[in-house]
Protein backbone atom coordinates (compact mmCIF):
# COMPACT_ATOMS: atom_id res chain seq x y z
CA UNK A 1 0.00 0.00 0.00
CA UNK A 2 1.17 3.31 -0.41
CA UNK A 3 -0.23 6.32 1.00
CA UNK A 4 -0.37 10.02 -0.78
CA UNK A 5 -0.35 13.48 0.83
CA UNK A 6 -0.58 16.75 -1.76
CA UNK A 7 -0.07 20.01 -0.50
CA UNK A 8 1.03 23.45 -1.65
CA UNK A 9 -2.19 24.26 -3.61
CA UNK A 10 -3.62 27.96 -3.00
CA UNK A 11 -4.85 30.75 -5.12
CA UNK A 12 -2.70 33.38 -6.83
CA UNK A 13 -2.89 35.29 -9.70
CA UNK A 14 -2.61 34.71 -13.29
CA UNK A 15 0.94 34.61 -13.89
CA UNK A 16 1.78 33.75 -10.45
CA UNK A 17 3.57 30.12 -9.45
CA UNK A 18 2.97 27.20 -6.94
CA UNK A 19 5.04 24.23 -5.98
CA UNK A 20 2.55 21.45 -5.42
CA UNK A 21 4.12 18.10 -2.81
CA UNK A 22 3.15 14.61 -2.86
CA UNK A 23 4.62 12.84 -0.03
CA UNK A 24 4.18 9.03 0.28
CA UNK A 25 4.22 6.78 2.77
CA UNK A 26 4.11 3.22 3.60
CA UNK A 27 6.54 1.81 0.75
CA UNK A 28 8.75 3.32 -0.87
CA UNK A 29 7.73 4.57 -4.30
CA UNK A 30 10.73 4.93 -5.96
CA UNK A 31 9.89 2.26 -8.02
CA UNK A 32 6.51 3.54 -8.73
CA UNK A 33 5.91 5.73 -11.46
CA UNK A 34 3.89 8.52 -10.57
CA UNK A 35 1.59 11.11 -11.72
CA UNK A 36 -0.16 14.32 -11.59
CA UNK A 37 -3.33 14.48 -13.09
CA UNK A 38 -6.49 17.52 -12.59
CA UNK A 39 -10.16 17.88 -12.41
CA UNK A 40 -11.76 21.20 -12.77
CA UNK A 41 -15.62 21.21 -11.76
CA UNK A 42 -17.83 19.05 -14.35
CA UNK A 43 -14.62 18.06 -16.51
CA UNK A 44 -13.05 14.74 -16.80
CA UNK A 45 -9.62 13.88 -14.73
CA UNK A 46 -7.22 14.83 -16.95
CA UNK A 47 -3.03 14.05 -17.46
CA UNK A 48 -0.57 16.98 -16.71
CA UNK A 49 2.76 15.51 -15.67
CA UNK A 50 4.13 12.14 -15.45
CA UNK A 51 7.28 10.04 -14.96
CA UNK A 52 8.64 6.64 -14.27
CA UNK A 53 11.69 6.18 -11.88
CA UNK A 54 14.25 6.86 -14.33
CA UNK A 55 12.61 7.55 -17.20
CA UNK A 56 11.54 9.83 -19.22
CA UNK A 57 8.86 12.40 -17.72
CA UNK A 58 5.65 13.65 -20.18
CA UNK A 59 3.59 16.41 -19.80
CA UNK A 60 0.62 18.16 -21.38
CA UNK A 61 0.78 19.67 -24.24
CA UNK A 62 -1.03 22.51 -22.30
CA UNK A 63 1.25 23.05 -19.57
CA UNK A 64 4.54 21.84 -21.51
CA UNK A 65 7.09 24.61 -21.07
CA UNK A 66 5.58 25.93 -17.67
CA UNK A 67 5.40 22.80 -15.79
CA UNK A 68 8.21 21.17 -14.01
CA UNK A 69 8.10 17.11 -12.25
CA UNK A 70 10.56 16.23 -9.99
CA UNK A 71 11.18 13.53 -7.35
CA UNK A 72 12.99 13.13 -4.22
CA UNK A 73 13.08 9.51 -3.42
CA UNK A 74 15.20 10.21 -1.12
CA UNK A 75 12.70 12.00 0.68
CA UNK A 76 9.68 9.73 -1.17
CA UNK A 77 8.38 13.09 -2.51
CA UNK A 78 7.35 14.41 -5.56
CA UNK A 79 6.83 18.19 -6.76
CA UNK A 80 5.13 20.10 -9.12
CA UNK A 81 6.38 23.33 -10.28
CA UNK A 82 4.09 25.51 -12.02
CA UNK A 83 4.90 29.12 -13.26
CA UNK A 84 2.96 31.68 -15.65
CA UNK A 85 -0.16 30.17 -14.32
CA UNK A 86 -3.31 30.58 -16.20
CA UNK A 87 -7.39 30.68 -15.08
CA UNK A 88 -7.71 27.45 -16.90
CA UNK A 89 -5.52 25.92 -14.53
CA UNK A 90 -7.66 26.30 -11.98
CA UNK A 91 -8.49 22.51 -10.71
CA UNK A 92 -7.96 19.92 -7.75
CA UNK A 93 -4.56 18.41 -8.59
CA UNK A 94 -4.38 14.77 -7.23
CA UNK A 95 -0.80 12.78 -7.52
CA UNK A 96 -1.24 9.41 -8.30
CA UNK A 97 1.22 6.19 -7.97
CA UNK A 98 1.02 2.64 -9.48
CA UNK A 99 3.81 0.36 -9.67
CA UNK A 100 4.41 -0.22 -13.28
CA UNK A 101 1.81 0.58 -15.60
CA UNK A 102 1.03 0.36 -19.16
CA UNK A 103 0.50 4.21 -19.71
CA UNK A 104 1.61 6.84 -17.29
CA UNK A 105 -0.75 9.26 -18.88
CA UNK A 106 -3.67 7.45 -18.81
CA UNK A 107 -5.55 8.09 -14.98
CA UNK A 108 -7.36 5.03 -14.86
CA UNK A 109 -3.91 3.06 -14.87
CA UNK A 110 -3.23 4.27 -11.41
CA UNK A 111 -4.21 2.36 -7.87
CA UNK A 112 -3.04 4.79 -5.45
CA UNK A 113 -4.31 8.91 -5.03
CA UNK A 114 -3.66 11.27 -2.94
CA UNK A 115 -6.99 13.32 -1.28
CA UNK A 116 -6.01 16.41 -3.92
CA UNK A 117 -4.85 19.64 -3.55
CA UNK A 118 -7.46 23.08 -4.78
CA UNK A 119 -5.13 25.44 -7.13
CA UNK A 120 -7.44 28.79 -7.97
CA UNK A 121 -5.47 31.08 -10.48
CA UNK A 122 -7.47 34.43 -10.47
CA UNK A 123 -7.54 36.55 -13.93
Known amino acids: QVQLVESGGGLVQAGGSLRLSCAASGRTFSSYAVGWFRQAPGMEREFVAA???????YYAGSVKGRFTFSRDNAKNTVYLQMNSLKPEDTAVYYC?????????????????WGQGTQVTVSS
Open 96 to 112: AAERDPPRVTVHHMYTY
Open 51 to 57: TRNGGST
